[in-house]
């Protein structure tokens, strides 16, 4: 089945940028979705099909997907952003979505 | 305005059942697919798998065959997780998802439900 990892956090000052990565095969020849997770919600999607936003998702949140990576990236970091962050694709080969194992994005 | 409201927590004791209801509303049920999404406590999100709201035809993740079964009743527009023979590792938030486009990103999700497997 097919596997993606993520780094388990990646912390960042506020106005800084933070780079959350996902690797897995060949993923570039997939589309990636980024969700947020804040303590006790549900999860967000904040990028969709590897570098789309959501209406409501502010600009500062972009994607991209190349090779065996793809990258969520988060401009000018506000202490809101504090949360976990996922990639998921579909894999089909297996019919499946597949999560990553989400990455904790603390705000210093 | 899409809408998924799940049904409200729930404390099993080990080897019984329970089934957890997501009530889809702002849409035509039939015309997507919802996904079932596992959370333990401190624990990242897990697909168990979905169910074509059209054909009633489930698919089940690795890990999810045997004691989860998913189910509909259209006439209410409602989906159902069931899970029997409740184990203590069975003790997670279980969410409902939505898709916008086949295979593409889960962008509805129900407020989820806290199942805990407890004696």
């Known amino acids: 089945s097919y596997v993606l990892s993520q780094p388990p956090s990646v912390s960042v000052a506020p106005g800084k940028t933070a780079r959350i990565t996902c690797e897995g095969n060949?993923?570039?020849?997939?589309?990636v979705h980024w969700y947020q997770q804040k303590p006790g919600q549900a999860p967000v999607v904040v990028i969709y099909y590897d570098s789309d936003r959501p209406s409501g998702i502010p600009e500062r949140f972009s994607g991209s997907n190349s090779g065996n990576t793809a990258t969520l990236t988060i401009s000018r970091v506000e202490a809101g952003d504090e949360a976990d962050y996922y990639c998921?694709?579909?894999?089909?080969?297996?019919?499946?979505?597949?999560f990553g194992p989400g990455t904790k994005v603390p705000v210093l | 305005q899409v809408q998924l409201v799940q049904s409200g927590s729930e404390l099993k004791k080990p080897g019984a059942s329970v089934k957890v209801s997501c009530k889809a509303s702002?849409?035509?049920?039939?015309?997507?697919?919802l996904s079932w999404v596992r959370q333990a406590p401190g624990q990242g999100l897990e697909w168990m798998g979905w169910i074509n709201t059209d054909t009633a035809n489930p698919a089940y993740a690795q890990g999810f065959t045997g004691r989860f079964v998913f189910s509909l009743d259209t006439s209410v527009s409602t989906a159902y997780l069931q899970i029997s023979s409740l184990k203590s590792e069975d003790t997670a938030v279980y969410y409902c998802?939505?898709?916008?486009?086949?295979?593409?990103?889960?962008?509805?999700w129900g407020q989820g439900t806290l199942v805990t497997v407890s004696s």
């Open positions: 998921q694709v579909w894999d089909s080969s297996s019919a499946h979505y597949v």
């Open positions: 702002g849409y035509t049920f039939t015309h997507h697919a």
């Open positions: 060949n993923i570039g020849s997939k589309g």
């Open positions: 998802a939505r898709d916008t486009t086949p295979y593409g990103p889960l962008h509805y």
